[in-house]
């Protein structure tokens, strides 16, 4: 069975104070990881997908990399607009496709 | 374009009731699917379609009925609501499988 655990489940920073969002899973083979950025009251909007080991993607303060067991959400100097729930979503390349998502990573940035 | 639309936004049921939620999306994509999402448990799936005229069950479907008899609409159906179906439902779509799924607003949804 597919597992997708995030980690940490909430995380307070500072504006200005990088950190970084854990992803690990459990596939049999991995198709595709996808990373969500969830607003409050929201649907999950699309920021990444990464596909092999070493991979990497950015989008502004937002960079995303992949290893074979775990993925990275790096967040660089956050402003208070990045605070959100990020979740993350595993497609195993067997069977059906359909991605499996974690619990999410609760951020919020103080001013 | 609209992406993806969700009606209605909020309702509230009675226990044994029954309602129907309405997803539609305007990118003319294939693959429809309807998630659940509770405190602490994220995001769940109830079914999904491949297609029009195709529904399939995902993780949680107990409870819940679903209809793809248009492509671009993906019905979902609670025929006698419980109150452990009180959730915020979201509607997703996406152009393959494989690809970046797009969500609505969500509806929330209490049952009494």
């Known amino acids: 069975e597919d597992q997708v655990t995030q980690s940490p489940e909430a995380l307070r920073l500072q504006e200005g104070e990088s950190s970084s969002l854990n992803c690990s899973y459990t596939?049999?083979?991995?198709?595709?990881l996808f990373w969500y950025r969830q607003d409050p009251g929201k649907g999950p909007e699309f920021l990444f997908t990464?596909?092999?080991a070493g991979e990497e993607k950015e989008k502004e303060r937002l960079k995303a990399t992949l290893t074979k067991k775990e993925s990275f959400l790096h967040i660089t100097a956050p402003k208070p607009e990045d605070s959100a729930t990020y979740l993350c979503?595993?497609?195993?390349?067997?069977?059906?496709?359909?991605?499996?998502f974690g619990r999410g990573t609760s951020l919020i940035v103080h001013p | 374009n609209a992406g993806v639309t969700q009606t209605p936004k909020f309702r509230v049921l009675k226990t044994g009731q029954s309602m129907t939620l309405l997803c539609a999306q305007d990118?003319?994509?294939?693959?429809m699917y309807w998630y659940r999402q509770d405190p602490g448990m994220g995001l769940r799936l109830i079914h999904y379609?491949?297609?029009?005229?195709?529904?399939a069950k995902g993780e949680v479907p107990d409870g819940y009925n679903v209809s793809r008899l248009k492509k671009q609409n993906f019905l979902l159906g609670l025929e006698s609501a419980a109150p452990s179906q009180t959730s915020v439902y979201f509607c997703?779509?996406?152009?393959?499988?494989?690809?970046?799924?797009?969500f609505g607003p969500g509806t929330r949804l209490t049952v009494l």
């Open positions: 979503a595993v497609q195993a390349s067997g069977g059906s496709y359909i991605p499996t």
């Open positions: 990464l596909y092999s």
């Open positions: 990118m003319n994509h294939e693959y």
């Open positions: 379609s491949v297609g029009e005229g195709t529904t």
């Open positions: 997703a779509s996406s152009y393959s499988v494989r690809g970046e799924q797009f």
């Open positions: 596939v049999s083979g991995l198709r595709g």
